[in-house]
């Protein structure tokens, strides 16, 4: 055995990827090479079998000269990994969908993706069912569950659809029951074995389509999130992904694709909790967070996620079926768009890709000829008014008084210490020296038991009227106009104008920091209604004229609606 130190003109971020033992047969010897210094990414998924071809001339103790190195051995390979293409539930949803999806990965042949897949169809929401029925249906009963012979019977069809070996999944169907039979038999289904039940979606999902592309003749290798270096908080239900991740996801996806490229088929929405080690899940619909980590780790050029929809719509089709998409948005936009309650994207996908710099695509693998959504770093503002209006229910509103004087200082310190005390986050504020008037951020509710979340909103009340009047107001509704703030005037004036003519009260305003997205607050009952009509009158009006601010801020001009929309 000999040592055999090398330098190759190789860039990376993980240098210690690099260094690795490699055996090479023909020289009956192990070389430990060093890939080094700096030059030229886009060879760094191929170098390791290109040096083996050089190396594999050279006397065990040479030192190889790098230009030769570089030369010889970087015309060809594998390449490297380019892009993420994340499929959501409704993309693979049955086995002619994976068809579709398979044939439409393989109509990029120039992309080396990673593919992300949710859980097929509503499987994810079966999964939850079954386990909340189970805790109370009896063990002998878990068998005839409904939503288990949903699951059950789409899983089986598809593996004879797609005709793959019924051992790809056939231990996980049998898990899956077992575990609802233990659920059954506890009597209780906690966050973390909701977790663990859950996770079998994704489990299923990605092996079925990875047997299949297998049986394409197309190499593929499924690989679980929490299995790949994907870490997480141990908050079931509602992970956050651990800076240790990046680098942990970058060295296994890596190393494995430069070692034997296959595409990686990962699972999306799940993770590992760095101190129980048990499967976390990243809150619903997390598979998009999944692939913008992994578009991060990896430093690809583009993150796609292909969902049922022409892109990030105008407004949710479901609540205005008008909605038509939205060509361009910002990190920003989109993730106050997310956040403030559109379905379509995760509310924290966009921290990785805005972290990274990786423009992320929504595309419909229903309609992959549609442009959809690219979203990215900046975007020309200068004509945006409204980009998108979006809708966020059943929130909770609290007026807060102060009981004091005027001029009291400390006040909102006092009132935020109270929520960061109790864990609870706080969406919308609107503030005056004495009085605050806030949303609380219903995601952090919902995870919780309904009964526990009346006694938590109790508590709050109790606490806060230790120091203010407090008025707790359910079943209210957060309609946020997402867009360039610049113009709010523009966008205030006509949307008052709309709530008025329909009879809406607004009960609190608030423009955020952002600078993309404006906040009004109404009654749940009168929320689609508004959504719809400003719909058409930011986005279908015929308003010729309209007198808005101009951006040079020298004054009032007179511009046709129609050349301000986006
Ligand atoms: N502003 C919006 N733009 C696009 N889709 C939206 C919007 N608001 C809500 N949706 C809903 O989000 C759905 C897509 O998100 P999701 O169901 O999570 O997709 P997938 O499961 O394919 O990842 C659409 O079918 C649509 O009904
Ligand atoms: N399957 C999970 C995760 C997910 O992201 O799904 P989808 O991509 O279908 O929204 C869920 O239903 O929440």
Redo the contacts with the bound molecule.
């Keep these: 055995m000999a040592t055999l130190s090398h330098f190759c003109a190789v860039k990376t971020p993980y240098p210690s990827l690099f260094k690795r033992n490699v055996h090479f047969p023909q020289l009956d010897f192990v070389a430990t090479i060093t890939f080094g210094s700096v030059q030229n990414k886009s060879v760094k998924a191929s170098c390791c079998e290109r040096v083996q071809r050089v190396i594999c001339k050279a006397q065990a103790g040479d030192i190889i000269d790098p230009k030769q190195t570089k030369n010889e051995s970087f015309g060809e390979g594998p390449g490297e990994l380019t892009c993420v293409m994340k499929?959501?539930?409704?993309?693979v949803a049955s086995a002619e969908r994976m068809r579709e999806v398979a044939d439409l990965i393989l109509s990029f042949p120039e992309e080396r993706p990673v593919i992300v897949l949710?859980a097929m169809g509503k499987t994810t929401s079966n999964l939850l069912l079954a386990g909340e029925k189970a805790v109370s249906c009896g063990v002998s009963n878990v068998s005839e569950l409904q939503e288990l012979a949903c699951i059950k019977e789409l899983h089986l069809r598809t593996i004879e659809e797609l005709g793959v070996e019924s051992s790809t999944i056939s231990k996980h169907l049998l898990e899956l029951e077992q575990l609802l039979n233990g659920v059954a038999m506890m009597k209780e289904l906690t966050p973390r074995t909701k977790d663990y039940l859950v996770s079998f979606g994704e489990c299923m999902s990605t092996r079925l389509f990875t047997a299949y592309l297998n049986k394409l003749g197309v190499k593929a290798l499924q690989y679980d999130a929490f299995e790949m270096g994907i870490i997480t908080t141990d908050d079931f239900t509602n992970a956050e992904i651990l800076e240790a991740t990046y680098s942990a996801v970058a060295k296994r996806l890596t190393g494995d694709w430069m070692s034997d490229p296959a595409i990686p088929i990962v699972t999306g929405f799940l993770g590992k909790g760095w101190r129980t080690c048990a499967v976390t899940t990243l809150g619903r619909?997390g598979?998009?967070l999944t692939a913008t980590t992994i578009g991060k780790a990896l430093g690809l050029r583009e993150i796609q996620?292909?969902?049922?929809?022409d892109?990030?719509?105008?407004?949710?089709?479901?609540i205005y079926p008008r909605?038509v998409s939205v060509p361009y948005l910002t990190f920003d936009e989109a993730a106050e768009?997310a956040y403030f309650g559109?379905?379509?994207l995760h509310p924290q996908s966009m921290r990785p890709a805005r972290e990274g710099d990786i423009p992320v695509r929504v595309k419909n693998s229903y309609n992959p000829k549609a442009p959809g959504t690219l979203i990215v770093k900046t975007r020309d503002m200068s004509k945006a008014v409204l980009t998108?209006i979006?809708l966020k229910r059943n929130v909770t509103m609290l007026d807060i008084a102060s009981t004091r004087m005027l001029g009291q200082f400390g006040f909102l310190a006092k009132v935020f210490s109270i929520f960061e005390d109790l864990g609870i986050s706080v969406d919308v504020v609107a503030t005056s020296e004495v009085s605050i008037s806030l949303t609380l951020d219903p995601s952090k509710l919902w995870s919780r038991e309904l009964i526990q979340q009346a006694s938590e909103l109790d508590h709050v009340v109790e606490e806060l009227e230790k120091i203010a009047v407090v008025n707790l107001l359910q079943n209210r509704s957060i309609i946020s106009l997402i867009g360039n703030v610049q113009r709010s005037s523009l966008i205030l004036e006509k949307a008052f104008h709309v709530l008025h003519t329909n009879g809406v009260n607004v009960q609190m305003i608030s423009q955020g920091a952002s600078k993309v997205n404006i906040s009004l607050i109404v009654n749940d009952n009168e929320a689609e209604q508004c959504v719809r009509a400003l719909h058409e009158t930011f986005f279908e009006s015929d308003l010729s004229e309209l007198v808005w601010e101009s951006p040079s801020g020298n004054g009032y001009v007179t511009t046709p609606l129609s050349t301000l929309a986006n």
């Design positions: 499929f959501g539930g409704s993309s949710s619909g598979s998009d996620v292909w969902k049922d929809v892109g990030v719509l105008t407004c949710d089709p479901n909605a768009l559109a379905q379509v998108s979006v």
